[in-house]
């Protein structure tokens, strides 16, 4: 399929923040937008939308034939539903990428079969499965469930031995995989887009810090030396090659520093737009959300490069509150997501503040 022209209508599966950003995206390129949500979220304000269950294959199916091509904005699309989208238009990113996202072991399976270093870690179904796990990995470790985890959650952290029947009743028992605690200096992020004809094109790598387990900043220039982003960015670029990925990947990497023999251990991958590629909204000329619709689209991706310095700073719960102030603070970028309730932990919204490049 060539490009898809503007006028065309891009499908997103789900209604959160994301999508919303991707819809005013693909507005400005001139395309509409039609939402499939089983929820009523920000996106919903901004585009077309059908309420429906993600399990009603017969709507998805429908929907996606009013649509020109699917995509979507969490990597927790039942599988079964891409599969009835997938029937009638092509669903990009593919159901490769879906399937290795949403369960913790095959996505760390396919990572370290790329030949890239990834966090020590066993197969946990049980207590006893649990016992060996720590025997082998030892401790400080954490205990993921494979599926449905996001932000921290479905997790388990076990710094002695003797925790660990505590860890497995905090995850509900639910199948999971023990993962060594890895000595890292900082976090960072891999921003990598893959156009329909395999080229691919990356922004800047970000530092990125949590609080409780939710990201809190993303910072560009980021701490990485040169060759090691460059390093980074082709780990990603292998990562989405092997799923034949077309869109924006996001790949959380640890830093462990210059100095160690492993700089740089893969933890997870979105197979969407991600949260600690926010300031790419302010800080370059087309941002992770076009150049994600672009790929979708069949278009070549636009340029990744900085015109300036960036620290995204998420707006959590009652954070958002502090609108008045950040409206009136010069320079700062603010984008709301309007959600009515502050809840504790909710991502409300995130403001930019720029800064000119270093020459
Ligand atoms: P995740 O849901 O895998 O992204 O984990 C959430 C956060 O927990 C990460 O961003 C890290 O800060 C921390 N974390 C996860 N896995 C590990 C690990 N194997 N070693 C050290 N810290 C980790």
């Not at 504790?344 to 000119?356: C, F, I």
Request: charged share 20%; with cysteine; aromatic share 6%.
């Amino acid at each position: 399929m060539s490009a898809l022209p503007p006028g065309s209508t891009i499908g997103i599966l789900g209604s959160g923040q994301l999508g919303r950003m991707l819809s005013i995206a693909a507005a400005r390129l001139g395309f509409k937008v039609h939402i499939y949500s089983d929820t009523s979220g920000p996106a919903f304000d901004v585009s077309a939308h059908t309420l429906g269950p993600y399990d009603d294959t017969g709507r998805i199916a429908a929907w996606a034939g009013e649509v020109d091509v699917v995509t979507y904005e969490f990597e927790n699309v039942p599988l079964a539903a891409a599969a009835a989208a997938a029937a009638v238009r092509p669903v990009r990113p593919g159901a490769r990428a879906l399937e290795a996202a949403q369960d913790r072991l095959i996505e760390k399976r396919f990572i370290q079969s790329l030949g890239l270093a990834v966090a020590p870690f066993a197969v946990v179904d049980d207590m006893a499965s649990l016992t060996a796990a720590l025997e082998s990995i030892g401790t400080p470790a954490i205990l993921k469930t494979r599926r449905l985890g996001y932000d921290g959650k479905g997790q388990a952290r076990i710094a002695r031995f003797e925790e660990a029947a505590a860890a497995l009743e905090a995850i509900a028992g639910a199948p999971a995989i023990l993962e060594g605690h890895v000595k890292f200096e900082c976090e960072v992020s891999v921003l990598l887009t893959r156009a329909l004809d395999g080229t691919t094109a990356s922004y800047d790598v970000p530092l990125n810090t949590h609080v409780n387990g939710i990201l809190a900043t993303s910072t560009v220039p980021g701490p990485l030396p040169d060759a090691t982003a460059r390093q980074a960015v082709e780990a990603a670029g292998r990562i989405a090659a092997a799923l034949d990925y077309v869109g924006l990947i996001a790949v959380e990497m640890f830093y462990a520093g210059p100095g160690a023999a492993q700089p740089l251990i893969v933890n997870e991958f979105a197979p969407r737009v991600h949260n600690s590629g926010h300031w790419t909204l302010d800080a370059c000329a087309v941002c992770q959300f076009e150049n994600h619709i672009r790929a979708v689209a069949g278009w070549p991706i636009a340029a990744t490069a900085r015109h300036s310095d960036a620290v995204m700073t998420n707006l959590i719960g009652a954070d958002a509150n502090e609108w008045p102030a950040l409206a009136a603070e010069s320079g700062a970028c603010l984008h709301l997501y309007g959600k009515r309730d502050a809840r504790p932990g909710r991502k409300m919204g995130h403001v930019t503040r720029l800064k000119p490049m270093k020459m």
